[in-house]
């Protein structure tokens, strides 16, 4: 079995725990996931089932939404509802500093990665290191917010929000930095991933849901693995290329046939009426050629 899972997280286990699950649910060992979720946060849980752990890397891409509560008035170690309370804060905000505090974090934003994250120093872990009272300096890093919307406001003191963000953005530090831009403190206390990709909260699947399942309805619950990677531009090679193709063998392009494509750039290469993996088109001697990167059939 091949393809891509969208299953739903629940709180209290890792992204980790959920692949093991996944695991013996489908009785299969090659399954990974494609983008971590903290252990309190639900959500959008997107597993790659077989040859698909093999385009794990171009979902990790994929933009990011989110349905989250921003506790104000006080700071959390972890930056979450699980960390140990650092500094308090008794200030009002009013609602009109609440929306221009969220319009600030709109587009390209510099976010220092928190110390309780899976990033690596020399081989370790951040939060194994912040765990034994460590800080490590991290430099901050270029994320991107497409949009931040305030939901709902409660006694000025809870916000809950909508997100969608790309790659590699930290929601509770997000929480942590528009508490200090409003002049106090702010934690995450709740966060759902509604979303990855074109991968939706709607469609995802229980843990419980999938237990209940026989092998051919489980067959059913996985998407073709093209269904991820929609992202990036298609290219059809005539069928008589297929078993080249599939050998990873170059394809010469005629001018007209490259044009449309970007030089060295993943696309999704289709032949015989098929998926056939990811491939690039590049350029040797003014000739145009297409590469196969990953061939998945």
């Known amino acids: 079995m091949n393809g891509i899972l969208n299953v739903f997280k629940p709180k209290g286990i890792t992204s980790h725990d959920v692949v093991d699950i996944a695991r013996r649910i489908f009785g299969i060992k090659r399954i990974g996931h494609t983008g971590t979720l903290d252990p309190n946060a639900t959500g959008v849980l997107v597993l790659c089932i077989g040859r ?6 171009y979902l ?6 989110y349905v989250g509560e921003i506790r104000l008035g006080l700071a959390t170690d972890t930056q979450d509802e699980l960390g140990k309370v650092l500094s308090r804060s008794s200030k009002r905000v009013s609602i009109d500093e609440i929306y221009r505090a969220f319009d600030s974090f709109k587009g390209k934003i510099d976010q220092v990665p928190p110390m309780y994250s899976a990033l690596k120093h020399r081989g370790k872990k951040l939060y194994e290191i912040a765990r034994k009272g460590g800080t490590i300096e991290r430099k901050p890093r270029e994320v991107e917010i497409y949009e931040l919307k305030v939901l709902n406001i409660i006694e000025a003191e809870k916000i809950i929000f909508y997100t969608r963000c790309s790659k590699g953005t930290y929601i509770r530090t997000l929480c942590d930095d528009i508490g200090e831009f409003l002049g106090t403190y702010g934690y995450m206390s709740y966060l759902m991933r509604t979303g990855v990709g074109n991968f939706q909260i709607a469609e995802s699947h229980s843990l419980e849901y999938l237990m209940d399942l026989d092998k051919r309805e489980l067959k059913k619950t996985v998407h073709p693995m093209d269904t991820g990677l929609t992202h ?26 490259a044009k449309d494509y970007d030089i060295n750039i993943p696309l999704r290469v289709y032949c015989n009426g098929s998926f056939i993996g990811i491939g690039r088109i590049l350029e040797e001697n003014m000739k145009s050629y297409l590469k196969m990167d990953k061939v998945l059939i």
Request: charged share 35%; net charge negative.
């Open 52 to 57: 698909a752990t093999r385009i794990s890397e």
């Open 60 to 65: 990790l891409d994929l933009d990011k939404e």
């Open 232 to 257: 990036l531009n298609a290219i059809r090679i005539d069928d008589g290329f297929y078993r080249r193709l599939v050998n990873g063998a170059i394809i010469y392009l005629q001018e007209q046939d």
